[in-house]
């Protein structure tokens, strides 16, 4: 049946006939397969009671294990008293001015209390080089220096020439072997 020029229904192809495309018996062999299926089976099973085999085997053996003694400890007895770890062995900080802080028996957040005291420092304008000259001033005191100061600024040696601004091109003409100055 056509329905707007697209037909609907598979066609009838039960006449036509090839004699030699026919069924292939090479394509799977299906004894093969059940075989396979059957063998893979019984292998799980066989796995599985061998597993439970075991573990039952394990525990009889464990049940047999003679108990502690009285003198043995128990396992909450048998921790080394708190702390039971050293946090960090061998780990400090080294300052800026060569300080060496060592934090290994300190808390988790020493390392953290040693560096904002140093920053501190630093931006309260009391850090110094090694020989003892400020390196460092309070943040207020730097804006008062700008403020009255100001920022330092280049002096201006160009000429105020336009061709000064020019970049050297290479030429089209010399392969690159000659340049002009050309404004961009």
């Not at 043995?72 to 039971?84: C, I, M, S, T, V």
């Not at 003892?132 to 009255?148: L, Y």
Request: positive net charge; hydrophobic residues 35%.
């Amino acid at each position: 049946m056509k329905k707007d020029g697209h037909q609907t229904e598979t066609p009838d192809v039960s006449h036509i006939r090839n004699v030699e495309v026919t069924h292939e018996t090479s394509d799977i062999s299906v004894s093969g397969v059940l075989t396979f299926v059957v063998a893979l089976t019984v292998t799980t099973i066989a796995v599985y009671i061998g597993m439970w085999l075991l573990f039952g085997y394990f525990e009889k053996q464990e049940a047999k294990a003679k108990p502690p003694g009285p003198m043995a400890l128990q396992k909450g007895e048998r921790l080394p008293p708190a702390p039971r770890l050293q946090g960090a062995p061998g780990f400090g900080v080294t300052r800026e001015d060569g300080q060496k802080v060592n934090l290994e028996l300190r808390k988790p957040a020493a390392e953290y209390n040693e560096l904002n005291k140093e920053w501190t420092e630093a931006l309260a304008g009391k850090l110094t080089d090694q020989s003892g000259k400020p390196v460092s001033m309070p943040i207020s005191e730097a804006m008062k220096k700008i403020a009255t100061e100001g920022l330092p600024v280049r002096a201006n040696t160009t000429t105020g020439k336009l061709q000064d601004f020019a970049v050297s091109v290479p030429t089209a003409a010399s392969s690159g072997r000659v340049s002009e100055k050309r404004l961009q």
